[in-house]
């Protein structure tokens, strides 16, 4: 799963060389040399900006992304105060997402997200509403008012980083779909695209396309966050441009990338992970120490702060967000216990 290649004694230390085109040349550079991997990056050198050579995983923003409203002001009641943001190149480079898998190298995904072109893009609303949507999506960011927040984000493979996202609270967005007093849920669903995201092709054996859901009381609280930028700019397609759900107290995969439609419910929807590893993936999903992974532990996760270095911390429960949403769930453990899945 998780594999960062820690820092060698020989690499230089990250200097003035972290801009975008600095990175792109090292790049270009250990690939000429066969090197090949990330974690090998600090070659120094900041010189060959000129040559124009762009290609790396921090030019993955779609050229048309709407970028009214970027940088957004940062919202301080969201900060991380005892870890450091984790560096850009670090979450532009190391990401989860089967639409574009990599076969023998999952979190490789930006060299394959070329043909994907996100613009224009619709969201659609449906199910239990006053009435249905389908909204332009550019429009819809428009009549946000975007801010930034800097949350803990925490894979169920037990890594993590801090990253600064920018986007809406989801309250906002599911008060303009107007449910109905009957919506319990929310499911989400992601694009469907076979043409643009090689791994919809090629595995097959996957119930395409990729969906979530939330209860709505989960839904409305204010940490959950429709995330439309990373580090004051649009998300990198890799990251899943155009828009996607941060739920900072819940494990990854329960924060769908490259949404396309919301769906309020009566009853409890089915999720991509649950349908495939009942046993494994929970609907709830919180990050929670004291509830191991049938396959390993919970307690302890490796942060990435920076390119080719990894710390292991301790996990917190709620991802360290149970002031905001510890109410929502009594029945979480609160000591260890065996592996249940919630
Ligand atoms: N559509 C879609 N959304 C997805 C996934 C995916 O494969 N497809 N992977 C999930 C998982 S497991 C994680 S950890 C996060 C990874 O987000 P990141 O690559 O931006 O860090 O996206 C989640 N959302
Ligand atoms: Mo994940």
């Not at 085109?21 to 990330?38: D, E, H, M």
């Not at 979190?107 to 199910?127: A, I, Q, S």
Request: with cysteine; glycine share 6%.
């Amino acid at each position: 799963m998780a594999n960062v290649i820690l820092r060698p004694d020989w690499v230089l230390p990250e200097s003035a060389c972290t801009t975008k085109v600095a990175y792109t040349n090292r790049r270009k550079f250990i690939q000429a040399l066969g090197l090949g991997s990330i974690g090998f990056a600090a070659m120094g050198g900041c010189s060959a900006e000129s040559r124009g050579m762009v290609d790396g995983p921090l030019d993955k923003i779609p050229k048309n992304a709407p970028r009214d409203g970027f940088p957004a002001p940062r919202n301080e009641s969201y900060q991380v105060p005892e870890r450091e943001i984790t560096e850009r190149l670090v979450a532009s480079s190391y990401n989860n997402f089967y639409e574009f898998i990599n076969q023998g190298d999952l979190k490789n995904v930006w060299p394959l997200v070329d043909d994907y072109k996100p613009f224009p893009w619709t969201l659609e609303v449906r199910g239990q509403v006053a009435k249905r949507q389908t909204w332009d999506l550019e429009e819809l960011i428009k009549s946000m008012p975007l801010e930034e927040r800097v949350c803990r984000f925490r894979c169920v493979e037990a890594w993590s980083m801090t990253i600064p996202w920018t986007g809406f609270p989801l309250a906002k967005l599911i008060e303009r779909c107007e449910p109905k007093s009957s919506a319990s849920y929310v499911k989400f669903t992601c694009v469907s695209r076979p043409d643009q995201l090689p791994g919809q092709k090629r595995a097959t054996w996957y119930p395409w396309p990729y969906f979530e859901a939330l209860r709505m009381d989960e839904a409305m609280n204010e940490l959950a966050f429709v995330a439309v930028g990373m580090y004051g700019e649009p998300l990198p397609k890799q990251n899943g441009s155009p828009l996607r759900l941060v739920l900072p107290w819940k494990y990854g995969y329960k924060g769908p990338k490259a949404v396309t439609r919301i769906e309020f419910t009566r009853r409890q929807p089915g999720t991509f992970w649950n349908e495939l590893q009942p046993r494994e993936y929970g609907f709830l999903s919180n990050v929670n120490p004291n509830i191991p992974h049938p396959r390993w532990t919970q307690a302890s996760e490796k942060f990435l702060p920076s390119e080719g270095v990894e710390r292991r911390i301790r996990t917190q429960i709620f991802n360290g967000y149970d002031e905001w949403v510890g109410h929502l769930y009594p029945d979480e453990p609160r000591t260890p216990s065996g592996p249940i899945v919630r």
